[in-house]
């Protein structure tokens, strides 16, 4: 069993007005197998926390830890993080023109497997993930993010999740934009990499919607840069109800 | 201004001639040599008695070398600029690369360019007759200079394809005018690699001769240190129904490197039916370059099918490469991966394999990049 352990998480960021801290004391620790949903309103520092994790250059960490089964996850750079498990499914995955998605998901596979996939298991592997998620097999000749649509975007992040099977996956935002129909593929992915992989899930979401179709063992509400209440499937039922305002008034 | 009276045009050449001495001296005042230090070319101005004419080296039976007033060589094409005017004025002999009509060559023609004094002087004529098709690498000398003309003429119905490898360490400086005359319902395909040399000048240029013609030209190129590149492109659309494609990448590594893309397209009135699109984008992998894109679009008509165009210099994307690092990809890999896929569209389009892998490893290497197995070449088939 692996642990992910964030203890008292400060980061900041720099902007022309100077210096703003985004995490403000963030506690969480995800075990394998379990799904923590972290929910909050916007601007509330939910998706600068899947960011941290994967380690942005962007932002500053002023104190506190992240350690992936005791190795300190802060001490290591992107790709060694990736390498070592941890996994960010990208609310805007960019493009990268020029670049299939079959030569960039092998390039992945091969960092993160430490040697290149055997090419006829490969190619069967590849295939049977793409359909698992209902996507076209052309998908694999086009270009890394380039002119996808935004279900589409977020099918390969699911995708390259299921290629690259981290010990702990960080999903920012993974329902926004989906229609309904899209949405079930995502969460179906999402669902079945548990049950076969034993991951642990740290799903990072606005509106309680794709908790209809994940179900989490967790549930925190995020506000103002650190998580004010823990509880389990039933607080999202709360947030449903009386969304978010209580916890935002009350943080003031 | 009466309707019949056709309105100024810019960007079509203003004077053609054998004679260098038809055009005024270079200065940095005047559109086509505004960007050129004038300085970094001085010698190769005026004719130079030392001077050699260049020499050559192929396999191909295809490939002579013929005295400059051979019949087949193009009877009425005159440079454009003074520095093509010179080393017309000066070569008594021409590389011709002839292939006859109903020809269809397999594999490349190659010529190995060889500069055999400090300054060679080049002409090189590409004939390839009706309902042919040949392939034409031209590998440049950069140990040296060189001041060249290439002209290529496109036979009616014919499959033209020619790519200028322009490669190597030294700094030599070259400056080349390549003029294409697109025949009839013939495909023309031109591609420029521009690595090596310490000042280069490539001014390409499409004439169409009959209708239905359509023209392609590529060009990648790669500046660091002190290099200058210029390609100054211009596409004269007088004959209906053609088309031209002008698509220019460029990285631009290091140092004080300054790259320069100028591309005219001129759309006649009687180029009806025509479509035209010219695009370059230019890569900053560091703060010192510089690059400046200049696209020009002239339209004397608006019967026509498409005409548009496209410039973009950009940074390094450290989103990319966050992304790419974030799915275990290296930092090494993952710029190599964004510099391949930005050359893709360009380099995907030289069908000689070997060729291909060749240009490629000369980037990475000049990138710093070491050659790696861990990036695919190209698309894998899944």
Known sequence: MSVLKITDLHASIDTEAGTKEILRGVNLTIESGQIHAVMGPNGSGKSTLAYVIAGHPKYTVTSGSITLDGADV???????RARAGLFLAMQYPVEIPGVSVSNFLRTSATAIRGEAPKLRTWIGEVKEAMKDLQMDPTFAERNVNEGFSGGEKKRHEIL?????KPKFAVLDETDSGLDVDALKVVAEG???????????????THYTRILKYIKPDFVHVFVDGRIVESGGPELADVLEADGYERFTSASV | MSLAEAPPRDHAPAVRSLNFQDFMDPSNREEEWKFTPLERISGLLEPIGSASGIGWASTSPYVSEVAI????????????????????????KAILIDVPKDIVVDGSIVVDLKALAAVSYAHIEVVVGEFSSATVVIRHDVSADVVGNLVVQAGAESDVKV??????????????????????NATSFGLSIALGGEVVRMVPSVEYSAPGGSAVMLGAFLADGSQYQEHRLFVDHAQPNCTSYVAYKGALAGGTAHTVWVGDVLVRRAA???????MNRNLLLADGPRADSVPNLELETGDVVGAGHASTTGRFDDEQLFYLQSRGIPERVARQLVVRGFFADVLSKISDEGLRREILGRIEQRLGMESTSEVEDGGLDV
């Open chain 2, 163 to 184: 790519l200028s490898v322009l490669d190597g360490d030294a700094t030599g400086r070259q400056l080349w005018q390549w003029h294409t005359i697109v025949g009839r």
């Open chain 2, 272 to 278: 009806t039916g025509i479509e035209t699109y010219e």
């Open chain 1, 160 to 164: 390259q999740m299921s290629l690259l």
């Open chain 1, 190 to 204: 999402v669902n079945a990499f548990r049950e076969t992989s034993d991951a642990g899930t740290l799903l990072i």
């Open chain 2, 69 to 92: 007033d051979d019949p087949r060589l193009h009877d009425s094409w005159t440079p454009t600029d003074r520095v093509g005017a010179v080393a017309r004025g000066a070569v008594t």
């Open chain 1, 74 to 80: 802060l001490a290591m750079s992107v790709d060694e």
